[in-house]
């Protein structure tokens, strides 16, 4: 089969329009902020989102997945349960640029999961670049020069969790079809989410419940434009375009919700950006890539 070109200029336009689209995402879901609890609001993206996996049903039932198999698909819905719960939670406390920021920090996770959980060898310059990232988000948190909110805990707690998430998406990707292994995400996420939003759950006006349906349909095509993106070019070029989704956290906070422009968040998130692209153009130079790009631990 011959192999496709590479097309940096597309795969850079998708990525862009990536970045706007899961910005967006963010936004809708700061826009609700604390009129629907975070667990509630998680719950009904996904419930509402669930139109979007019929055409995966037929794939999920032809895998017939084994007990292991469905014992991992259930601790990664577990994880990114909690961590959708948490990223929600962030969303209704601190700035979009803070959020966005420290999502740059799930790749950094998973490289060291990768090495520490599955073996993956972190050579001295990689080790290098995770460490700069770190850096990276203790100048956006600064511990004791700016009052920290629990907000950023979560997000940190959030790209954790959704490092787990993604390292047993990699396992089991070499098992099963993507279509199963994003099929059961929803199906798993949905239905650990339904205790967490029994528990704190509120009437909710039909504005909300559209505004939460925007927010599936953006994270939807969010992920088919990155799908478009990766099949355009390699990560190498494409990484260091999500930093985009940097610059419009900062305007749509700025322009929609009156948030400040914390420069040392911006200087942060860039150090942690450039961390990740360093990874991923060390990965595609062994040929393993196994970091994903900062989008594709979200849903």
């Keep these: ?30 826009y609700i902020g604390d009129a629907v609890p975070a667990a509630q609001s998680a719950f009904l993206r996904y419930v509402l989102g669930l139109v979007f996996l019929l055409p995966m049903i037929r794939p999920i039932l032809a895998a017939r997945l084994t007990r292991r198999q469905v014992w991992l ?3 990664r819905g577990v994880a990114h349960a909690l961590a959708v719960i948490l990223w929600f939670f962030a969303m209704a406390r601190i700035p979009l640029a803070d959020v966005t920021a420290m999502n740059y920090l ?13 073996g993956e060898r972190l050579p001295f310059r990689r080790l290098l670049a995770v460490l700069a990232a770190l850096i990276g988000a203790l100048i956006i948190l600064r511990p004791g ?11 940190l707690a959030t790209a954790m969790l959704f490092a787990v998430g993604y390292l047993l998406a990699k396992q089991l990707s070499g098992e ?36 939460l349906f925007l927010v599936a349909c953006f994270a939807t095509a969010g992920h088919y434009t990155m799908t478009l993106a990766f099949a355009a070019a390699p990560l190498t070029v494409t990484q260091p375009v999500t930093f985009l989704q940097l610059v419009w956290a900062v305007l749509l906070g700025y322009f929609a919700f009156s948030e400040s422009i914390d420069g ?14 360093f990874i991923t153009w060390r990965e595609a130079r062994a040929r393993r890539i ?10």
């Excluded at 799930?106 to 599955?118: C, H, I, K, R, T």
């Excluded at 040392?264 to 692209?277: D, P």
């Design 1 to 30: 089969m011959a192999v496709q070109p590479s097309r940096p200029v597309a795969g850079i336009l998708w990525m862009a329009l990536t970045g706007f689209l899961f910005v967006c995402v963010t936004a809708l879901v700061k």
């Design 73 to 75: 698909f259930s601790i």
């Design 106 to 118: 799930n790749p950094v996770y998973v490289s060291l999961g990768a090495a520490l959980f599955m």
């Design 145 to 155: 020069l700016r009052e920290l909110d629990t907000g950023h805990f979560a997000m």
């Design 176 to 211: 099963v079809t993507p279509a199963v292994v994003v099929g059961m995400l929803s199906i798993t996420v949905t239905i650990c989410l339904a205790p967490f939003a029994a528990a704190v759950w509120v009437p909710v006006s039909l504005a909300n419940i559209g505004v």
């Design 264 to 277: 040392w968040v911006i200087l942060g998130g860039a150090v942690i950006m450039a961390s990740v692209s």
């Design 290 to 299: 196994i970091t994903p790009a900062v989008h594709s631990t979200k849903s």
